[in-house]
């Protein structure tokens, strides 16, 4: 898609807790986000997830489920997104205590979808519907203000 910066999010599930990873540099300075980035020429959203995961947390998933394809757009060019969100329950793999973007923790899902870890703006609106009963795939658009808190935004699935 012109214009937009392809990323992915993957969301590892251990039992009833999800590994989460206090960010160390921008973006996100300081905020709790799963493991994700960049898509790579030629890749897709599978293949980075899981190229992703590994590199930044030491986990192989298999079989990372699409939950959520996010449109964020914003004013400044270098801010618009097309988001892609993964959960994946089948991995091996032990994450180590940190990596180069940031420090790991297994966080109780319920601790995650309450509110009260400091997460990304967005990230506070779309994360519960990745861990809404059932496979379907939400469709949604995010308008940001400059400072990327979300002005509006629209489900669409």
Known sequence: ?????????????????????????QPNLGLW?????????????EECVAREIAEEAGLTVRAPRL????TQTADDPEERWMLFGFLAREFSGEPPARCR???FRWVPV????????????????????????????????????????VERWERYA
Do not use: C, N, Q
Not at 1 to 19: I, K, P, Q, W
Not at 122 to 140: C, I
């Open 1 to 25: 898609m012109s214009g937009f910066r392809l990323t992915t999010l993957g969301y590892v599930l251990r039992g009833d807790s999800v590994l989460l990873m206090r960010r160390t540099k």
């Open 33 to 45: 986000t799963a493991p994700g980035g960049k898509i790579a020429p030629g890749e897709s959203p």
């Open 67 to 70: 939950r959520a394809v996010i």
């Open 101 to 103: 973007e940031g420090e």
């Open 110 to 149: 319920a601790e995650l979808l309450s509110g009260a870890l400091p997460i990304p703006d967005a990230d506070r609106v779309f994360t519960p519907w990745l861990f809404e009963p059932g496979d379907g795939v939400v469709s949604a658009k995010f308008w940001h203000r400059a400072d990327l808190s």
